[in-house]
């Protein structure tokens, strides 16, 4: 009995925490140079992302978004990135400036 009793309290707190994690979510944020002239889907490091305005927004339950790469497919795809952000975490002007070398020219990105 005792065994069953402690089973199923291992159980439930697996599920909780389980839960938990699945239900952590966080943003990712790019804020463009240029503003996007319609609200645009992308899809980036796993993630949807909506681009209206000047910023690039998904919400994410992993830290897979939040990488190189993901920046780079908006700066390519929407111009220069001014700020990348997940949570309290933020790409430094180093990284910005690696993300931006594949940017379309400004003239490109007001044309997509």
């Known amino acids: ?28 944020t790019a804020k463009l140079e240029q503003s996007v002239a319609e609200r645009t889907r992308l899809v980036a490091g796993s993630a949807v992302f909506w681009c209206e305005g000047e910023a ?32 309290s975490k933020a790409f430094d002007a180093a990284r910005l400036d690696a993300c931006n070398a594949s940017a379309k020219p400004m003239t490109q990105a007001a044309n997509n």
């Open 1 to 28: 009995m005792m065994i069953r009793s402690t089973l199923a309290a291992a159980a439930a707190l697996m599920t909780f925490a389980l839960a938990g994690q699945a239900t952590a979510q966080t943003l990712v």
């Open 56 to 87: 690039c927004v998904a919400t994410v339950s992993n830290s897979r978004t939040f990488i190189p790469a993901t920046c780079k497919d908006i700066a390519t795809r929407f111009g220069p990135v001014t700020a990348f952000e997940s949570g």
